[in-house]
């Protein structure tokens, strides 16, 4: 899973150093038997699937699901079959199974993560009430395949099935359980939204078994996280939906005429899966494309002009992406992958063989989307190698993220490669190796970034060519199976040396890891790479608006990020104070000049600005500060700034003779139309106490890429904003109080 937004809307308060903050943290479904010991599964065709000749022998579990969806008051009535066999040491008396559904039977047990979706859906469909955002599952009964009834208790998300006779090691068995869902309205897992359902968790799954502790997992969903945790498996499932509906499924998907008229049955076979989920919809398009024996598809929504080519882009990114991680990790397995586009904002999640991603523009960039790529590693650190994402988290999360930067590193993408890694000196207290419970609302800090470095830390360590094979090693440990970190630090010793496990054991196990200091970017490297961030930050955000007015404050950092120069003018003959309140605005705007890697002069003496000003300046940006009457630019240029500011629609005469009047516009130069003049001006010899404070923070916020692009505003004399010129900033939402 991944965040597919890197904004937080606190961080919206603390302007300039905010930004850098905010870009940081960018930087995301017929009889078997009686029960009795079987000699082994049923079998199930390898034709269908590309799966290892071994399939059989490594999945202990097969599920044949039957459901209909009631598409009118949604809900979906399934028996599934399963036979499950014992591959642990232990004589079991009983079985366990996952209701994850029932998670909704609350809201005080569903996923938080989700609660801001549902409470923007709730304010936007005020005829729904709080109960449509509930459902859960009701199982109806458990029984033989021959059809005898067996007691069952189903509490807090675990189905406990008592078994008439124990399952001895190495032995079979086969049930059945017939269920009914109820799909909640909103944005979970499980839910259904205007045109689409999101089928997670939508029947009872197996639990894992722990040989170790002699018992079942029974842990409820994660409120805060995920809790992913499963056995691979065989699935024969056959979905009963709408004729206009698509289905997006794992595995190998045919369709057939139902008996009843406007139905059909949706089939899916899979093997060796770890999950199995679908998303339906009436509105899906596919785009489908098969390279090399696989075929990536792409459901979405046809809703925007050009949407298909961004669409193919994104199916060509999932083959770059595939092949990169078959070739540095092992080879991915199945004949098909898919991604699908839902309503979910926010957020991006990861299935097995299927991704779920949020709605995509016309105008997106494949190429720019790490958390695209960030879902498809998890093909390999979830879906592949399994683990349990509720004690573990960093084995999936944290080698999806470095994965992701690999990724980038090796496409020559110079923002999110290596870069975005060394970047971060920065420690948590609180050790990677933690829990869910233990990271609490940490978890993007340890698991992710933390995570990756900490993997990033062993790649420097011993290089590309080891660290590659170190990683097809534990690739080949656990594909189908469930990692642990002690299995991790195993693989490690056993490829890498004693060393390098005793290094990364003190990176996950001993809080506050930092990454060592010779893998850290130096001082210049550093402002090189800021530099970069925010000069591809800006150009992104500049584009979103095409016709974007030339004369907007924000385009004087695109401009000088782009290597334009930048003269900063300071008035002369004022006063002390006055002197003091522009060093004070010079220090804050120099600051995060040289954070951002931008060259820039500053001129302070009225004799060296006659000097430069015709020659030097008329090619310079300028940023010019204070009164009008004491600055010397504008005292020399006063008539064309007053032509270029009218042009604006900023009355600069009138403005000029406010009392008290304070604020900003910027023109073009008036020497070189290709260039800027912002102009922070006060019509007093200097600003009170208590208005210069609200000053600062204007300028902060205008020339940022976060807020408004303003043309010109005027602040009365309390410092509140009492009349502007702005173009609306499609993001400047995201960084809303």
Not at 488 to 508: N, S, W, Y
């Amino acid at each position: 899973m991944n965040y597919s937004s890197p904004f937080t809307s606190k961080l919206a308060r603390v302007g300039i150093a905010g930004t850098l903050a905010l870009i940081l943290a960018t930087s995301p479904l017929a009889n078997m038997g009686v029960v009795a010991a079987e000699a082994g599964p049923a079998p199930v065709s390898t034709k269908i699937y590309n799966t290892p000749k071994d399939s059989l022998e490594q999945t202990p579990i097969q599920y044949h699901i039957q459901a209909r969806l009631n598409e009118k008051d949604m809900t979906l009535r399934g028996n599934e079959k399963i036979t499950y066999r014992n591959t642990s040491k232990d004589t079991l008396k009983q079985l366990v199974l996952h209701t994850y559904a029932d998670a909704n039977l609350s809201k005080s047990t569903q996923a938080t993560m989700f609660q801001q979706a549902n409470e923007n859906i709730s304010k936007n469909n005020p005829d729904k009430k709080p109960e449509d955002f509930l459902g859960g599952m009701d199982i109806q009964g458990v029984t033989t395949a021959g059809g005898q009834s067996l007691d069952f208790k189903n509490e807090n998300q675990a189905l406990t099935v008592q078994l008439n006779e124990p399952v001895q090691p190495g032995k079979s068995v086969s049930f059945e359980v017939s269920f009914q869902l109820n799909i909640p309205y909103g944005s979970q897992r499980i839910s259904y939204y205007q045109d689409i359902i999101n089928g997670a968790h939508w029947f009872p799954v197996m639990s894992v078994y722990d040989e170790g502790k002699h018992q079942w997992d029974t842990a409820p969903y994660s409120q805060t996280f995920e809790s992913d945790y499963y056995t691979s498996a065989d699935y024969e499932v056959d979905l009963n939906v709408p004729d206009d509906y698509q289905v997006a499924m794992p595995g190998v998907i045919t369709t057939r005429e139902d008996t009843e008229h406007g139905r059909k049955i949706v089939s899916a076979l899979t093997g060796n899966t770890r999950e199995f989920v679908f998303f339906a919809s009436p509105k899906f398009q596919v785009e489908s494309v098969t390279r090399n024996g696989l075929t990536v598809e792409y459901y979405y929504f046809d809703n925007q002009p050009g949407k298909k080519e961004v669409v193919e882009q994104y199916i060509d990114q999932a083959f770059k992406a595939i092949d990169f991680f078959s070739d540095k990790y092992g080879k991915y397995p199945y004949p098909e992958f898919r991604i699908v586009e839902t309503y979910v904002q926010g957020v991006a999640v990861e299935y097995a063989r299927l991704i779920q991603m949020g709605q995509i523009k016309s105008g997106a960039v494949p190429e720019e989307d790490t958390t695209f790529v960030h879902e498809i590693a998890h093909q390999w650190f979830h879906a592949l190698i399994g683990n349990n994402s509720e004690t573990e988290s960093f084995l999936d999360e944290g080698f999806a993220d470095f994965s992701m930067v690999y990724f980038a590193e090796k496409q020559g993408d110079k923002l999110n490669g290596f870069r975005s890694l060394q970047f971060d000196d920065s420690s948590v207290e609180v050790a990677i190796a933690s829990t869910n419970d233990e990271v609490e609302d940490l978890a993007s800090l340890v698991f992710y970034q933390k995570g990756r470095q900490a993997i990033y830390q062993l790649y420097r360590s011993v290089g590309e060519e080891k660290f590659d094979q170190f990683m097809k090693e534990y690739f080949n440990r656990y594909v189908y199976q469930n990692a642990t970190i002690d299995g991790l630090l195993h693989t490690i010793e056993d490829v890498l040396g004693k060393e390098q496990r005793m290094e990364m054991e003190t990176a996950l196990y001993k809080p506050n890891f930092v990454l060592k200091p010779e893998y850290q970017l130096s001082m210049e490297e550093r402002s090189a790479y800021l530099h970069d961030v925010f000069q591809l930050q800006y150009q992104t955000v500049m584009k979103l608006i095409p016709d974007l007015p030339f004369e907007v404050m924000n385009r004087m950092m695109d401009k000088v990020l782009q290597g334009e120069r930048l003269t900063i003018v300071l008035s002369d003959r004022v006063s002390k104070i006055a002197d003091k309140q522009q060093e004070a605005i010079v220090s804050q705007l120099t600051s995060f000049l040289d954070m951002s890697g931008v060259k820039y002069d500053v001129v302070r003496d009225r004799r060296e600005l006659k000097q430069k000003l015709k020659k030097d300046m008329a090619t310079s940006n300028l940023i010019v500060i204070g009164n009008a009457k004491s600055n010397g630019v504008v005292q020399a240029l006063k008539s064309s700034i007053m032509d270029r500011a009218n042009q604006i629609g900023f009355d600069w005469k009138q403005t000029m003779k406010q009392p008290l009047a304070a604020g900003a516009y910027i023109t073009k130069h008036p020497y070189n139309q290709n260039r800027l003049m912002l102009h922070y001006f006060w019509n007093e010899d200097h600003l009170s106490e208590a208005r210069f404070e609200p000053f600062m923070m204007k300028i902060q916020k205008t020339i940022g890429f976060t807020n408004d692009f303003y043309q010109y505003y005027v602040l009365d004399n309390q410092g509140k904003e009492k009349s502007n010129k702005k173009v609306a900033n499609p993001i400047s939402s995201l960084f809303a109080e």
